[in-house]
């Protein structure tokens, strides 16, 4: 059962451009997670958002979250051709041990 | 050096052969989980687990069996029952449940001969 969606599947940007991909979700969450995957590699943690947060940062990453839209965004600014990769958003809906993943959205950084 | 590994990197099975995936963690987290990615797609659940011992479903399980013997170690097998086991398969632990961050393995990528 997917939980996360991703918009959009797949984006092309310049480097120096922002970057921002959504994700949509269906049930209420403790939390909301944002991962990073190169290719052929495991996922990366990137910034993980809680429930009764609206906005977080990292550096260049910026996440908002709304949880009356049931939706979340990752905006990252100045953009890097080594910001080339797929980005997962996941939940972890209620109390169970499960995060969901969304199917991703690949990302490509022309230099 | 703390982590999470995998192993092997490759893995190469015959159909009817069961294989079995390692997956260790120096983390001393209490959870694990086994997720399968297919090309261009997102993760889905195989099995997980918040405690030694004790292990739950995911959504893909059938085809698939675990172990929790020691809280560093859950391997997974791929038996001859699952019918298309070509994939990359991710192992990753966190300190309790989905409230936290997932730490991922390097993966196995699997293909069938």
């Known amino acids: 059962s997917q939980q996360g969606e991703e918009d959009p599947q797949a984006l092309s940007i310049q480097e120096g451009e922002n970057a921002t991909m959504n994700c949509s979700y269906k049930t209420s969450i403790n939390n909301l997670q944002w991962y990073r995957q190169n290719s052929g590699r495991g996922l990366v943690h990137l910034i993980l958002i809680r429930s009764n947060e609206r906005e977080k940062h990292s550096g260049r990453l910026r996440v908002t979250l709304d949880t009356s839209k049931k939706s979340s965004s990752l905006l990252i600014t100045a953009s890097r051709a080594a910001d080339t990769a797929s980005y997962f958003c996941a939940t972890g809906p209620g109390n169970t041990g499960k995060l969901i993943f969304g199917q991703g959205t690949t990302l490509q950084v022309k230099p | 050096d703390g982590g999470i590994t995998q192993s092997p990197k490759y893995l190469f099975r015959k159909e009817g052969q069961n294989v079995t995936l390692s997956c260790e963690q120096n983390l001393n987290h209490d959870a694990m989980y086994w997720y399968r990615q297919d090309p261009g797609q997102g993760l889905r659940l195989i099995y997980y687990?918040?405690?030694?011992?004790?292990?739950q479903k995911g959504d893909i399980a059938e085809g698939y069996s675990v172990s929790r013997e020691k809280k560093e170690s859950f391997p997974l097998t791929v038996t001859s029952a699952q019918k298309n086991p070509t994939a990359f398969y991710l192992c990753?632990?966190?300190?309790?449940?989905?409230?936290?961050?997932?730490?991922f393995g390097p993966g196995t990528r699997l293909t069938v001969l």
């Open positions: 687990s918040q405690i030694v011992n004790d292990f």
């Open positions: 990753a632990s966190s300190i309790q449940g989905a409230r936290d961050t997932q730490y």
